[in-house]
């Protein structure tokens, strides 16, 4: 059966996830109720996706017995008391980016999850990419031998946004942008750092520094826009890793074993960002994890 969505917020990346997730086969997912705080925008957006239940409230799609899933897109202050409303509802949750605004409330959120047994993602969709699995898959095969650094720069103007200037609504760049690098080094140490060496706020550099050695040099800034040159390169004794442009959301790689490409597909209604067809990932892999109770 569809997995059926209930989408929180009628903003841009709610937009550009539902565009993609249209591009999954409909027997596999279903958007099935739109909430926002005006329940005519909640209407106006849904009917673009084939909804056919409309709230003005977060509160009302939590009661909807016919949501199996709920996709958070509000703004970064929202993320924790909503994945905690649904949660405590019965539905799983994909979440966002970032999942909560401190350490605490993270830990509150998974815990949550774990005692309901339902599934909860933070919606850090470079993870779901077919290249991003390609690149764990690299790096375990040996073909990079032992990997010592890990480069990445990630500079886009953002700073015309008002919530990135108010500090009360998750502002600055780090949450926004920052993420995108300090996730691919993570994902590629796999294992916290003994250092970390940084200065952020609208434009950023982080150093990690891993245990033997290894190191992560990170840079991102919200003042500037470089989108062809917003690359990453993963460094090891054997061989390297390059992803050219668009590191975050990637549509081919140069690796060991050879280029690889990602189906980025057009939805039905436009995408606003850089290679939003990828979203659809995210949303296959939350199928693919509740289906395996995982």
């Not at 949750?93 to 933070?122: G, H, I, T, W, Y």
């Not at 031998?145 to 890990?150: E, I, K, M, S, Y």
């Not at 054997?238 to 050879?258: D, L, Q, R, V, Y």
């Amino acid at each position: 059966m569809a997995l059926k969505w209930g989408i929180c917020a009628a903003g841009k990346i709610s937009n550009d996830f539902c565009s993609a997730l249209k591009t999954l086969p409909k027997g596999e997912h279903e958007i099935v109720a739109v909430a926002a705080r005006d329940v005519s925008r909640a209407k106006e957006f849904g009917e673009k996706f084939g909804a056919t239940r409309f709230y003005g409230s977060y509160e009302e799609i939590a009661k909807d017995s016919g949501v199996d899933i709920i996709y958070i897109g509000t703004i970064h202050t929202l993320h924790y008391p909503l994945s905690i409303m649904m949660l405590n509802a019965g539905k799983h949750v994909l979440c966002e980016k970032p999942m909560a605004m401190n350490l605490k409330q993270c830990r509150e959120v998974l815990q949550l999850s774990k005692d309901k047994n339902l599934f909860f993602k933070e919606a850090v969709w470079s993870r779901s990419f077919p290249i991003y699995e390609q690149i764990r898959k690299e790096i375990a095969s040996g073909s990079l031998g032992d990997v010592n650094l890990v480069t990445a720069k990630f500079c886009i103007q953002i700073m015309n946004k008002e919530r990135i200037k108010n500090n009360t609504l998750g502002g600055g760049c780090l949450l926004d942008i920052g993420i995108y690098p300090i996730q691919l080094a993570a994902m590629v140490f796999n294992e916290l750092p003994e250092k970390i060496i940084a200065s952020v706020d609208e434009d950023g550099a982080v150093i990690l520094r891993y245990k033997g050695g290894r190191m992560a040099s990170l840079v991102y800034s919200g003042k500037t826009h470089d989108l062809e040159h917003n690359r990453c390169s993963i460094h090891g004794t054997k061989g390297s890793i390059e992803i050219p442009a668009n590191f975050w959301c990637p549509e081919e790689a140069f690796m060991p074993s050879g280029r690889y490409t990602n189906d980025l597909p057009i939805g039905p209604v436009p995408y606003n960002f850089v290679n939003c067809g990828g979203l659809r990932y995210q949303a296959d892999n939350a199928r693919k994890c509740i289906q395996a109770d995982v």
